[in-house]
């Protein structure tokens, strides 16, 4: 079988589900409202659904890679926002370089890990 896929969407967890959303449309996500306790949040092609549910284990396991052109532009661009100190518990780090590519993290406000990478052309 040969998959013609069109989007891969992640489900995530959220400990305080209204303070998650704010966050998101903050980061620049755009929130489409499916439910009281579930909306999607989409930025160009990528999108993943945001739930009002929230599992320890599940939330600290939880990792989305988001590949973006200039990993330098965007942890700078996070940094002037006040994104990083409007929320409790959100954490950033700085660039780590490797190999493959370069990458920050970014903890939600429940947790989640979000590595905002940049590959090199030849990994790629």
């Not at 891969?8 to 303070?19: D, E, M």
């Not at 409202?33 to 989409?42: T, Y």
């Not at 929230?54 to 939880?62: E, F, G, M, P, Q």
């Not at 200039?70 to 660039?95: A, D, M, P, T």
């Amino acid at each position: 079988m040969t998959l013609k896929p069109k989007s891969i969407r992640p489900f995530i967890g959220s400990k305080a589900y209204n303070i998650s959303r704010e966050f998101y449309k903050d980061l620049g996500f755009e929130e489409f409202v499916i439910s009281h306790n579930m909306s999607a949040f989409k930025t160009g092609e990528f999108a993943f659904y945001l739930q009002d549910y929230y599992a320890k284990d599940s939330i600290d396991n939880t990792m989305v890679f988001l590949e973006v052109d200039n990993v330098q532009h965007h942890l700078q661009h996070l940094k002037q926002s006040g994104i990083i100190e409007k929320y409790e518990n959100v954490r950033c780090s700085e660039i780590v370089y490797n190999d493959w590519g370069n990458e920050f993290f970014l903890h939600d406000p429940a947790g989640i890990l979000w590595h905002f990478g940049e590959f090199n052309t030849e990994v790629k």
